[in-house]
C-alpha cells in the first residue's frame, strides 16, 4: 500500500477526519485555528470557522448538521455551517481543551480532553448524551485520542497517546459506562506514537503514528498487520470513506517541525485500504 498526497497543504494542524455519508464528502478540522474544512468531490477545500480558539472533533447528527468538540464544550452546526448554536459547556478549567472522540451505537457523543501543555493526567474523557446532558466517563487521561466503538457497541477502542496503547474499553451501552479496560495493541516506541485512528469492517485498527510518519493497522487480535509510510513525521488522524468506504483519508500536522523541513506537513494523504471501514454512528441529540 502506498499512500498519496490528495492535497496542497491546507492545514497547520489537520485532524479529526470524518466522512459524511450524507453528503459524500471528507470534513477535518484544523484544529487550533478552530477551522472545519470541507473536501468536495472535485478535490476542492471549503473552509469555515466554529470557533475562534480551538476545533477538535466533528461528527454527524441525526436530526440534521453537526456537532463539533471545541475548546471547552460542544457547538452545534447545520449542514452549511452558516448557523452555529452553543451546546453545553463540559468544564471551565482554561488550562484543559478538547482534543478528539467518537459516537457510540446509542447515539452519545464521546469527546475526551487533554492540557494545553500536555500535562500527565490532566484530560477527562465526557459523554453528551442525547438531551444534551454531560457526564464524566474517564478521568486522569493525558492525550485522549481516538475513540472507535465496535459494530456491536459493546467495546470501545481508545489511546492515551503517551502510553503507547490501544486499549479495549468494555461498554455497557445501556448506561453509557465503561466495564473493564485492557491492552487491545501495544505501539512499539520506535514506530512512534498513537494518534488518530479508524476501524474496519474485520475489527482491525488504523491508528495515525504520530512522529512515526505512518499509519499502523492492528487486526481484531491486536496483531501488527499493516505499515504504510507517509513523507511527512507528524501523522496525526485517518477516517474511512469513499463511496465504499474503502479509501483511508490521513491528516497530518506542521506542529513540532522546523519551519520549511517538510514541505508536505499539513496536506491530506490517503490509501486504498483495500478493506471497507465499518460505518461510523451519529450523535442523536
Known amino acids: 500500500m502506498k499512500a498519496e498526497q490528495i492535497s496542497d497543504v491546507c492545514t497547520f494542524h489537520g485532524e479529526g477526519p470524518y466522512w459524511d455519508p450524507r453528503r459524500g464528502e471528507l470534513l477535518l478540522v484544523d484544529m487550533q485555528e478552530g477551522d472545519v474544512l470541507v473536501r468536495h468531490e472535485d478535490g476542492s477545500l471549503d473552509r469555515q470557522n466554529v470557533h475562534p480558539r480551538l476545533a477538535g472533533v466533528i461528527r454527524g447528527r441525526s436530526s440534521g448538521g453537526y456537532v463539533i468538540g471545541v475548546e471547552r464544550g460542544f457547538v452545534f452546526a447545520d449542514e452549511d455551517f452558516s448557523t452555529l448554536e452553543q451546546g453545553p459547556e463540559a468544564f471551565r478549567d482554561s488550562t484543559v481543551r478538547m482534543n478528539d472522540g467518537g459516537c457510540d451505537t446509542a447515539g452519545r457523543f464521546l ?91 474485520e475489527g482491525g485498527i488504523w491508528t495515525a503514528l504520530y512522529g512515526g510518519g505512518a499509519i499502523a493497522r492492528y487486526d481484531a487480535s491486536g496483531r501488527l498487520s499493516e505499515h504504510i509510510p507517509l513523507p511527512v513525521t507528524n501523522v496525526t488522524a485517518c477516517a474511512f470513506g469513499g463511496k465504499d468506504l474503502s479509501t483511508l483519508f490521513i491528516t497530518t500536522t506542521q506542529e513540532n517541525i522546523p519551519a520549511g523541513s517538510e514541505p508536505n506537513a499539513g496536506a491530506l494523504f490517503a490509501v486504498e485500504a483495500g478493506i471497507a471501514g465499518a460505518p461510523l454512528p451519529m450523535f442523536g441529540g
Open 111 to 201: 469527546c475526551g480532553s487533554m492540557g494545553w501543555e500536555g500535562g500527565f493526567g490532566a484530560g477527562t474523557l465526557y459523554s453528551l448524551d442525547r438531551d444534551h446532558g454531560v457526564s464524566t466517563v474517564l478521568t486522569g487521561i493525558t492525550i485522549s485520542n481516538g475513540l472507535h466503538f465496535s459494530p456491536s457497541g459493546d467495546t470501545a477502542f481508545f489511546s492515551d497517546t503517551p502510553t503507547g496503547r490501544i486499549d479495549a474499553l468494555g461498554y455497557d451501552v445501556g448506561t453509557g459506562r465503561f466495564t473493564d479496560r485492557r491492552t487491545f495493541a501495544v505501539v512499539e516506541p520506535a514506530l512512534g506514537m498513537p494518534d488518530g485512528m479508524a476501524i474496519d469492517a
